[in-house]
């Protein structure tokens, strides 16, 4: 599904270059379950940047189901971005002025998807994520573990095939964080391949293959067995 090969990033800092990628070598087969984790500054939202599509890299290659990603354009990649891989926050990013079921359907209209069709496919994803009872509560309505659950209906409504979550547990606390884990991996079990960028080794753990970055490498990348 995903192959990156020597991919390296770096920054301009005023007079200074700032590596933050340093030849990262990935493969992601469809259906696995990754987080990638590390300290501040080892690279993996940059990582996770570049994975989504919302970054370029300087050199090497990433290649999205055998197509290479530097040949397209900002609107194939805009495309892949809206069909393929769902987003999900660590800040959620609702619109607080609109109910859940609104929030969700923003990128079906972005899509294009009529209101009837859009609203039915809303709805199906607020109740996947056990939600059916609050579609009509606006965010400033909802606790910060409901406000995730929208986030993560948003991600699942144009059904990707990829969905990276961004420290999703970052701003919840422990029992809500364990609740929204459990629901990335129910996702996974479906048939999801689930990309998490997390500092926390105890949320890493959920994942069945843990990346371990450290200035700008990889430095373990192991698969559970079980």
Do not use: C
């Amino acid at each position: 599904m995903i192959s990156l090969q020597g991919v390296s990033k770096a920054y301009k800092l005023g007079d200074t270059i700032v590596p933050v990628l340093r030849g990262v070598s990935l493969e992601i087969a469809p259906g696995q379950f990754i987080a990638i984790t590390g300290p501040s500054g080892s690279g993996k939202s940059t990582l996770m940047n570049i994975l989504g599509l919302l970054e370029s890299y300087d050199s090497g290659s990433y290649r999205f189901w055998g197509h290479d990603v530097s040949t397209m354009t900002d609107d194939q990649l805009a495309g892949l971005r809206n069909q393929r891989i769902g987003f999900v926050f660590q800040l959620f990013n609702l619109i607080p002025r609109l109910n859940a079921l609104r929030n969700v359907e923003i990128p079906l209209m972005y899509a294009g998807v009529g209101t009837a069709e859009r609203r039915h496919r809303a709805q199906i994803a607020l109740q996947l994520v056990g939600l059916g009872e609050r579609m009509d509560h606006t965010a400033s309505q909802l606790s910060g573990g409901q406000q995730q659950r929208v986030a993560i209906a948003r991600a699942l409504v144009t059904d990707p095939e990829i969905i990276i979550a961004d420290e999703p547990t970052g701003s919840l606390d422990s029992q809500t964080s364990h609740d929204i884990m459990a629901l990335l991996q129910t996702l996974n079990q479906s048939g999801k391949t689930v990309i998490l960028v997390t500092h926390e080794d105890e949320i890493a753990a959920y994942a069945s293959r843990i990346i371990y970055l450290r200035d700008g490498e990889i430095r373990l990348d192991h698969q559970s067995t079980t």
